[in-house]
């Protein structure tokens, strides 16, 4: 790298400085005290800087297109393009019966955002079919409006969160945009259909054959009970309990268990990981959930009492590098976001120990020898998620 633009910073250059208020205007102008910027005393390499500031523009265009998408999902935009045929603002706006002049910007944001495409000699726009599914099929894997949904949910928390940064409080799950609860159940549930039955299960020691003979399953941290409905659906003979401490989302899942005819053999209950009810269970499962609890020992505690002397406890943990470093990936970004804007929140609302999202294996270890485990292996891993198989 050569010493061409590499110059001490000054706060003239780059970006325009705040105006100074006009004389006799009354304001006060801040002087002479104020330490000088830090950045003053460092070298600054102009085309790093150029280069940051352009990584930073895209960022920021992501963040707000983030807002369209889900206006696009609220407001069926997507799905009225899922055909594929090319539209303009007034079709796109009528089919949706909404407002062409807001339809209109929305449309270009989603083309400068490569969702649809533009053909200027029609003006119309299309969403092309790799799109569409991705923005319309929540059954298929590609799916990803509720990672849109959820992050937004969570935005909606950010003056408190700030603030938790100086008070070090925390943030209780159930106090979040309700809009949160839908959009994690939307980003989880489709992987839990593509792999819970067919890939995960199966990789447990011995526990596809128990469910299918019958077995007692507890889903600890169950959220809206997708994971528990799709396990139930699967294994007929066997019995299911999903416990929450978040009332709303067991109504929601106690009803979505009604919709798919389980609910005789599913109970969904508000229960606190350290005190859920004692089926001596064959199987229990903690579906992206463990680290959000401010008591993960007193969780797996309970755990141990509840479960047969030969039971598997199936850990699902967001994906997570062994070493800090280790996230520094998209996946790590965005688990590490949700960790400071949700999970870690929680976890200090509830407890003393808060795990993070990107926990350690080794720190996900200890917990569950803490919690009276002495078997634990990591038995899969997928670009989301770590499983692992803990047995007493
Ligand atoms: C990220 S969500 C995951 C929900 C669900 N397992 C899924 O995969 O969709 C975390 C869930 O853990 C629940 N939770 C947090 N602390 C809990 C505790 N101590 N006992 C029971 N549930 C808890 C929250 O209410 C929330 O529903």
Redesign the pocket.
Known sequence: MSDVGVRPYDERGMFMAAKRPAKNSGAKVATAKRPAPATKTQPIDEGKLMAFVEKALGDFGSAASAALVVIGDKLGLYKAMADGKPVNSQELASRTKTTERYVREWLINQAASGIVEYDSATQRYRLPPEQAVALTDETSPAYVVGGYQAFMAMCRALPRISENFVTGAGMP??EHDPDL?VG??RF??PG?LANLVDTWIPALDGVQAKLKAGAQVA??????G??TIIMAKAFPKSQFYG????AP?IEHAREAARKAGVAERVTFEV????G?PDHQYDLVA????LH????PVG?LRRTRATMADDGTVLLVEPAAGETVEGNFNPVGRIYSAASVL??TP?AVA??SLALGTVATDDALREVATAGGFTRFRRVLASPFNRFFEIRP
Do not use: I, K, L
Request: net charge negative; proline share 0%; aromatic share 20%.
């Open positions: 799950w159930g609860f994690v159940e989880f549930r839990y889903d600890v941290g169950c959220g809206h997708a994971s416990f929450d401490t978040h989302s229960a606190d990981a350290r859920f903690f579906f992206d959930c959000d609890m401010g008591d969780a949700c999970c929680n509830t407890g």
